[in-house]
């Protein structure tokens, strides 16, 4: 049996990336992450393009780390 590989990545870093477009101004429209380097991707809307999503296992990850986050 081999070893476990260590993670290249965390949600922390992913809401990050998510906020920091948010923050910009920007629509994220999803977000791409190679797990063999760890990069992760936002990919922003283009203007006037409707905000189809399909159920993203981790909006709901994100969603629950930026409430944890804010003070009660």
């Keep these: ?3 476990r ?3 290249r990545f965390n ?3 992913v809401a990050r990336a998510v ?3 948010r923050l910009a101004g920007e629509r994220p429209n999803r977000v791409e992450i ?3 380097t760890g990069r ?3 990919i922003l809307a283009k203007s006037g393009e409707p ?3 399909e159920a993203n296992p981790w909006d709901e ?3 629950k780390d930026a409430n944890e986050k804010r003070p009660a």
Aim: charged share 25%; hydrophobic share 40%; no cysteine.
């Design 11 to 13: 949600a922390r870093e």
């Design 19 to 21: 906020r920091a477009a």
């Design 1 to 3: 049996m081999s070893p």
């Design 40 to 42: 992760i991707v936002v």
């Design 34 to 36: 190679d797990p063999a």
């Design 5 to 7: 590989s260590s993670n």
């Design 61 to 63: 990850v994100l969603s």
């Design 51 to 53: 905000n189809d999503r």
